[in-house]
């Protein structure tokens, strides 16, 4: 794998100290003291125009002045005003990236703007990157690149820490300190002017030396690039967030959805993380017990809790906690209990929670421990000791920790108490056991680390082509929004909202619309007793709010009469010419149906939501909504689903028999197709959705409407770009027989490890690899099949054989940080090859890169692959001679 193109700032080979001082209090000195007690482990320069030696090391006037032709970082320690000037004496010695510790960067506005906006263009002139300003710094411990204004050890260990408050980040590292928790990486980000969030985690995804990663986050930016770079390393490494700013954003506008009141922006943050599979804890209390369980490699497979202590007290407490948290205790199995009988006074509980009592001795805490690992109801265990009477806390703990290293499943303990317990707890430290202090810390570890298992298991959820069987007439339902757009409206009528339902096959009941009250007859003869009137009038979405709503009118004499005093009620409230007449609806018939709202607001940063929960007219009063991103799959949408508290009215209850939860889920995938190919669709209501046993129907919708913005591309409304099913495309090989173009899905994981195991031969592997690998790790799978098609694409070559899709050929692409080239590779399997399976492979590749806005593609061949060289030729590839690599070639293309 190549070197990431932020090496040079984390993982650099010399550093100059631009501004390098002995003033005491300065930031020069703290940096340049801290690079030089670390030490860091390259070549380290300082600058000063005023003395030559700073803490006895010879210092340089200028970077000119330096004895080196090429510098990986330049840290600039001194005033903002001076950055313009630096910035170009940096890029005029070649240096490769700059970060920026001016002091007086506090706030970047008026002056320090135009400051900051001269020294990026000069930095961009040059190539060169820059991280900050008004930032704590960034430290590689291991390296001893302690390049920070930071005052405290930090010790070398496998977490990342990522801030944007420098103040917080120091708190963290003191709090590390304190408990021997080291780091891997640590930055603060600053104001991120060029260097950004996203940029830092793509970094942080392959670095060998970071396996979790602590966020504190402020606020986001770009939520595409944002959730692209979380979702890539949260698939290969834990990552826990906390977020400061919960406020509710208040909008102020007359067109305005329930789904769109109800989430809030903390909300589709929330959301966000979720789906990328991001553990988001609310304090830096959990933030510090996250780190610690991260730190150790603790893991859990479930939810399920066994609870053991010597004392009915302390395991009440982890027993309350753990209801708080919705933490399973599972029942023992009989034979768990009937074991925990054998060796257990008779006195005491032996189910869950297990009270082995006051004075219990090591060998009674070893027993029950070892009995409730091995049931199979319990995912993990969690011992608590109380130093009490006869308790021998330290051969206790010697005993925790052999048992530790026999089991794969997760033990957990609390040693309460402080004096008499201190020299266990340095032991349990020094081996790294998943220990706490109170009950309570110890079951809300677990409950994070269970709801890390899970959302890893969210995360990995792409969805595939369009989610349900029968296609949807998107051609219609574009034309009817662009009508209305081109009246110069924002909300769809209702004829025009159930048109855009009928083209994604969402259910409604019978409608049918009436201008006056002789219409309103005729329309509910003809659809049938009993019937719903409603008002439909421009700009009106909450019906009720004129009582616009009548239901259940069971005469056509009623009609009449609603409907000749519901026109005129309406006239009288709302503006001149914007009543258009009344809608006629069937009543649903559902004696038993449960009330549900479904719906999608758009956020500011992470673009269309998808809301979920009760419906009706007290939608508003309980507020009971669960919300996640689309696209949905099935999983995805029953997630939706039991994360709200009428998912328990959707099961039996009293003489109602189990909703059809299949038949909302089934409209929740509909509403996931609209959003993706619906983009000028920014709010949606489905309220009511009935449901009982037989089925759901949407009984009313409004949809809120707003032209495309100039320059749209395809899905780069949405935060997580949906599979792309429009690059699927037919083709045919020399000698006959047909294959399909599509891009890579997750379930293709097993394919490509048989294709890469049985399909290449060595030399193709090596070819493609450039190692002599013979199958591709757990990690690669998912690195090469889970895709953010909004960064990357692979395109699978895929024959019929034997009655079965096989992959005979596999292109793929990464965008490159301009986010105008990409870089590419190719394998075709080697019985394939000669067949014109890479021609037509690469000009697959070739359309889904112009349809991502790239306009280059460029790779590196072995020099001495020449059939690649040749098909690369056939192409219109520019073949070069390598930078870097006398044996690659370097081969470019304009698309």
Not at 126 to 150: E, F, H, K, S
Not at 477 to 492: H, K, P, W
Not at 550 to 577: K, S
Request: aromatic fraction near 6%; proline fraction near 5%.
């Amino acid at each position: 794998m190549k070197a990431h193109y932020l090496s040079a700032l984390f993982q650099p080979e010399s550093v100059v100290v631009i501004g390098a001082s002995e003033t005491e209090g300065s930031v020069g000195a703290r940096v340049f003291r801290n690079l030089l007690d670390a030490p860091f482990k390259g070549a380290l320069f300082g600058v000063n125009l005023r003395h030559s030696a700073v803490f006895g090391e010879k210092v340089y006037g200028r970077i000119a002045d330096l004895p080196i032709d090429a510098l990986d970082l330049a840290v600039i320690a001194t005033p903002a005003r001076t950055l313009p000037g630096l910035i170009k004496e940096c890029g005029e010695h070649g240096v490769k990236t700059v970060l920026v510790l001016s002091r007086d960067f506090v706030a970047v506005d008026g002056s320090n703007r135009s400051l900051l906006d001269e020294a990026l263009a000069l930095a961009r002139r040059y190539g060169m990157r820059l991280l900050g300003p008004n930032l704590l710094g960034l430290m590689r411990p291991a390296q001893g690149l302690v390049a920070a204004n930071y005052q405290g050890h930090v010790k070398p260990g496998n977490l990342a820490l990522v801030a944007q408050s420098s103040s917080v980040a120091s708190a963290i590292l003191d709090w590390a300190e304190a408990h021997e928790v080291g780091f891997s990486t640590v930055v603060s980000l600053g104001a991120s002017a060029d260097v950004n969030f996203a940029e830092v985690l793509d970094f942080l995804a392959q670095d060998s030396q970071t396996r979790g990663v602590l966020l504190y986050l402020e606020d986001v930016g770009e939520a595409r690039g944002f959730m692209s770079a979380l979702r890539a390393i949260s698939r290969q490494k834990p990552v826990v967030c906390l977020k400061v700013g919960r406020d509710q954003v208040e909008h102020h506008r007359a067109v305005r959805t329930h789904s769109d009141r109800l989430i809030g922006r903390d909300d589709a943050f929330d959301a966000a993380l979720r789906r990328a599979g991001v553990l988001r804890v609310p304090t830096m209390v959990h933030m510090s017990i996250a780190a610690r369980m991260l730190a150790a490699d603790f893991r859990t497979r479930g939810r399920r809790l066994a609870i053991i202590s010597n004392g009915y007290g302390t395991g009440r407490m982890a027993v309350d906690r753990a209801r708080d948290m919705q933490v399973e205790m599972p029942k023992l199995a009989p034979s768990t209990v009937a074991r925990l009988n054998d060796v257990l006074p008779p006195i005491g509980s032996h189910d869950n929670p297990v009270d082995i009592l006051g004075d219990a001795p090591p060998e009674r805490f070893l027993a029950a421990t070892e009995i409730c690992l091995q049931d199979p109801h319990v995912d993990g265990v969690l011992v608590i000791l109380t130093p009490q009477a006869g308790t021998d806390h330290l051969a206790t703990a010697e005993r925790m920790i052999a048992l530790r290293r026999r089991t794969d499943k997760l033990l957990m303990l609390v040693w309460m108490g402080d004096k008499k317990i201190a020299l266990s707890r340095k032991l349990l430290d020094r081996a790294r056991m998943a220990y706490f202090f109170s009950p309570e810390h110890a079951v809300e570890a677990f409950a994070s680390l269970a709801a890390w298992s899970y959302i890893q298991e969210l995360s990995l959820q792409t969805p595939g082509p369009l989610a349900s069987r029968s296609e949807p007439d998107i051609g219609r339902a574009r034309q009817v929004i662009a009508t209305a757009l081109a009246a110069g409206r924002r909300l769809l009528n209702m004829a025009e909202s159930l048109a855009v339902l009928d083209a994604f096959h969402i259910p409604h009941p019978p409608t049918l619309l009436a201008v006056t009250p002789k219409q309103a007859v005729a329309a509910a003869a003809r659809i049938g007793l009993p019937v719903a009137i409603k008002i439909d009038a421009d700009n009106l979405i909450h019906k009720s709010d004129i009582d616009g709503v009548l239901l259940n009118i069971n005469t056509l004499e009623q009609v009449e009469d609603t409907a000749e005093a519901m026109l005129a009620y309406a006239r009288q409230r709302l503006p001149a010419g914007t009543v258009n007449g009344l809608v006629i609806q069937k009543m649903h018939g559902k004696r038993r149906g449960r009330e549900l709202m479904l719906g999608v607001a758009r956020d500011a940063v992470f673009g269309p939501i998808i809301a979920f929960g009760s419906g009706g007219l007290t939608v508003d009063v309980f507020e009971d909504v669960a919300v996640t991103l689309p696209p949905l799959n099935d999983m995805i949408a029953g997630n939706l689903i039991k994360r709200t508290k009428v998912a328990r009215a959707l099961g039996p209850f009293r003489n109602h028999p189990a909703a059809d939860v299949e038949s909302v889920k089934a409209i929740l995938l509909r509403l996931s197709e609209m959003v993706c190919e619906l983009p000028e669709m920014v709010e949606l209501d489905l309220n009511p959705v009935v449901v009982d046993e037989h089925g759901a129907v949407a009984v009313d919708a409004s949809i809120v409407i707003a032209a495309l913005p100039k320059g749209f591309r395809p899905y780069s409304h949405m935060a997580v770009h949906p599979y792309p099913a429009h690059l699927i495309t037919p083709g045919r090989l020399k000698e006959g027989g047909a294959c399909i173009f599509r891009p890579i899905r997750p379930e293709d994981a097993d394919e490509l490890q048989r294709f890469v195991r049985e399909e290449l031969s060595d030399a193709s592997r090596f070819n493609r690899f450039m190692s002599t690998l013979k199958q591709l790790s757990p990690g690669m799978l998912v690195r090469f099949t889970q895709l953010d098609y909004a960064r990357e694409m692979a395109v699978v070559a895929c024959v019929t054989e034997n009655a079965g899709e096989r992959m005979a050929g596999v292109a793929r692409y990464t965008a490159n940080p301009d986010a105008t080239s990409c870089e590419f590779a190719i394998s075709i399997a080697d019985r394939w090859q000669g067949r014109g399976l890479g021609s037509q492979l690469m000009h697959a590749l070739f359309h889904a890169a112009r349809d991502a806005g790239l306009t280059s593609m460029e790779g590196d061949i072995l020099a001495s692959n020449d059939a690649m060289l040749g098909l690369m030729g056939k192409l219109g590839f520019d073949i070069r001679v390598h930078p870097d690599d006398a044996a690659l070639k370097w081969v470019v293309k304009v698309l």
